[in-house]
């Protein structure tokens, strides 16, 4: 309940931000109405990302690490968030909390990177072309996700994180910070750090990847950090022209069984 908290005492902070940001600097592909009729869906995946699904990727995390747990032998289960950070050999639980959150967030960062590419593949796609799916983009379709897709990549990033024994507090909090760090990563903001966005992710560099274009597929997968896309060769963002229109190929309806339940039936075809 206290990470629930936090994303949405932080949706009212950084939102009002974002809307603001997208007013000040729009990027060339403006921001739609947020409470335009077609955004509804939107507005639904806040309720259904953060409590929904927010409440499973816990419960797997949790349900991972004390199997790894027992298979080691610790057997503490009733400690289950202090027992990596009490036994693990590595440098992190000795460091200070400002030094281990944002060497978290370069791991966590880092292990996105190639969740996000593996779900990219033709066989996983569907469950992911669900946040592909928004036709204007803007902060407010950050938390459009299919649960399934949205538990595997946080179980995915979540999970190291407590098993290289930072602090339980990282644990708790590195989830509510990246969600709420979508929401300036999905803004219509134009935002150029000049040398700096061949390292840093911005707006600009994430609205590439969301193009349907065909040059910008299977491109800009890093969600922090940009540098990954530099180095394993996924790096677009062209200078000279912003990206024409979002979406899929074919469209996927903003219905809730457009979205939730034929992507998981095509799965399951193939």
């Known amino acids: 309940m206290r990470s629930l908290a936090i994303v949405y005492l932080g949706l009212l902070i950084i939102a009002p931000l974002c809307a603001l940001a997208q007013r000040l600097r729009p990027s060339a592909t403006p921001a739609p109405r947020v409470l335009s009729r077609s955004r509804r869906v939107d507005w639904l995946y806040w309720i259904v990302t ?8 816990r419960a797997a995390t949790l349900t991972f690490a004390a199997m790894v747990v027992l298979a080691l032998g610790w057997g503490d289960l009733e400690a289950l968030l202090d027992v990596f950070h009490a036994r693990s050999p590595l440098p992190f639980a000795r460091w200070p909390l400002w030094a281990q959150f944002p060497t978290a967030i370069v791991i966590a960062d880092f292990v996105s990177y190639w969740s996000h590419r593996a779900r990219h593949h033709a066989r996983f796609f569907p469950l992911h072309a669900v946040h592909h799916s928004a036709r204007e983009l803007d902060w407010l379709a950050a938390a459009r996700m299919h649960p399934l897709d949205d538990l595997v990549d946080n179980v995915a990033v979540t999970l190291p994180i407590l098993l290289l024994g930072f602090d339980p507090v990282v644990f708790v909090a590195i989830g509510p910070a990246l969600l709420l760090h979508t929401l300036y990563l999905h803004s219509a903001v134009q935002l150029s750090l000049g040398p700096l966005r061949y390292v840093i992710a911005t ?7 969301h193009a349907i274009e065909p040059e910008a597929q299977g491109s800009n997968y890093g969600g922090v950090l940009a540098i990954w896309d530099v180095m394993f060769g996924t790096f677009r963002m062209p200078r000279d022209r912003a990206p024409s229109a979002f979406g899929v190929e074919p469209p996927i309806d903003d219905s809730l069984r457009a979205q939730l339940v034929r992507p998981l039936e ?3 075809r193939a």
């Open 266 to 268: 095509r799965v399951i």
């Open 50 to 57: 953060p409590l929904g699904t927010g409440f499973l990727t």
């Open 203 to 209: 707006p600009d560099f994430h609205r590439w990847h």
